[in-house]
């Protein structure tokens, strides 16, 4: 009886974390990646917070095919993201901290607990819609302008 009580509360306590994470407002901000074939103007939401970066675009529907999410992780570190309760595909660009492209991946599967790491350190990652990479010409070593790494000419 205990251990089903137990069990109920921590039920309660992680719906409740869900929720409040699904809730999160964050500091949106604008982003551009300078590439071969021309400027491309994002607007990104900022996760710099433990509790934002793992919880990322997960239980989102849709993402404005001109938005996506910046993942800070302040110093640089090798990253493990997933794709766990992400209901849309989704291209990674993990970048440097002098915002050089390093890696793209493309059209992350939804739902996948494959670990997706660049294999080295970068200080963000940007996910934006699956595909969209693609359809703009972005390839690593293309470069994002933004005041994470100090270079925004905005």
Do not use: C, Y
């Amino acid at each position: 009886m205990k251990t089903a009580f137990l069990s109920l509360i921590a039920s309660v306590v992680l719906a409740t974390a869900g929720a409040a994470a699904t809730a999160q407002t964050l500091e949106t901000s604008d982003l551009t990646i300078e590439s071969a074939n021309g400027a491309h103007e994002f607007t990104v939401e900022l996760a710099d917070e433990p509790s934002e970066i793992s919880f990322g675009l997960m239980d989102r529907e849709t993402l404005g095919e001109d938005a996506g999410m910046l993942f800070d992780f302040g110093s640089p570190r090798e990253p493990a993201m997933w794709m766990k309760n992400t209901l849309i595909p989704l291209d990674m660009l993990f970048i440097t901290s002098d915002g050089s492209v390093q890696m793209i991946a493309r059209n992350t599967v939804p739902g996948s607990l494959r670990t997706i790491s660049p294999g080295m350190p970068v200080k963000a990652v940007l996910e934006i819609n699956g595909g969209r990479a693609a359809e703009l010409g972005i390839e690593p070593g293309d470069t994002v302008l933004h005041p994470v790494f100090g270079n925004d000419a905005h």
